[in-house]
């Protein structure tokens, strides 16, 4: 566990407490540590293949928030003005942005009246804040950040591995770019968002991350697997 900074933001009129889970100076950044921080991704990525049909990243240290609320329109309006984007209403549906005050955003439908925001780490305690600041009504809003990690996964043959996880349907038709299902992976479970043809993100628990990085190895060894730093 890292050294973090004990910094809250009191509420007015509300007994929530919000803390910043960044650590507390530049210098402890190198504390925080991914799910797979024991595998030395980085010399594999140097040192391992560079040609395979399935390339594999760990996006770590992001920051993830759990929404949860029936969001008026007014709602939805401050919603889209601290995120730079409005929460996609549509079933199965994510939206991304690169134009935000903050950096790419991307949000998830999860469920009629829950959204997966995922952000830079070090934006999460900033937006988490903003939220509790400037949202009225009834909502919540969690940090679950610690809790999980995202794994990028691409290829030519990365639909072929992921087959082999996986029941859902990945035919283009079925499963087009930007659709987004929380479903089995192996025998754990994953958020899975297609983000181009041959490009997924799966954002997965921390307990299971290394037992999916060991699982992904062996469905990718026909294939040939490449790791990016």
């Not at 009191?10 to 919000?18: F, G, I, R, S």
């Not at 991914?34 to 996006?59: M, N, T, Y």
């Not at 181009?196 to 993100?201: K, L, T, V």
């Amino acid at each position: 566990m890292s050294d973090v900074k004990v910094e809250a933001v009191e509420l007015e009129a509300t007994d929530k407490l919000v803390m910043n889970q960044v650590p507390l100076s530049a210098e402890l950044n190198e504390i925080g540590e991914s799910p797979l921080h024991h595998a030395d991704l980085a010399s594999i990525a140097e040192h391992g293949p560079q040609e395979g049909g399935v390339h594999f990243h760990e996006r770590k240290l992001m920051g993830l928030l759990t929404l949860r609320c029936l969001p008026s329109a007014e709602q939805q309006e401050i919603i889209k003005s601290l995120l730079g984007v409005a929460l996609p209403m549509q079933p199965l549906t994510s939206v991304t942005t690169d134009e935000s005050t903050i950096g790419k955003v991307s949000v998830c439908w999860v469920s009629p009246d829950e959204w997966l925001i995922i952000i830079e780490g070090d934006k999460a305690f900033d937006i988490e804040s903003s939220f509790h600041d400037k949202l009225m009504g009834h909502f919540s809003l969690v940090n679950i950040s610690g809790g999980t990690t995202i794994f990028d996964v691409s290829g030519s043959h990365v639909v072929e591995m992921l087959k082999k996880s996986t029941p859902v349907d990945l035919y283009a038709s079925e499963f087009p770019v930007g659709k987004v299902v929380s479903t089995v992976f192996a025998k754990s479970g994953a958020m899975i968002c297609r983000l181009a043809d041959d490009q997924f993100e799966l954002v997965v628990r921390r307990s299971f991350a290394d037992y999916l990085w060991l699982w992904i190895q062996d469905a990718s060894r026909e294939y040939g697997l490449v790791v990016k730093a």
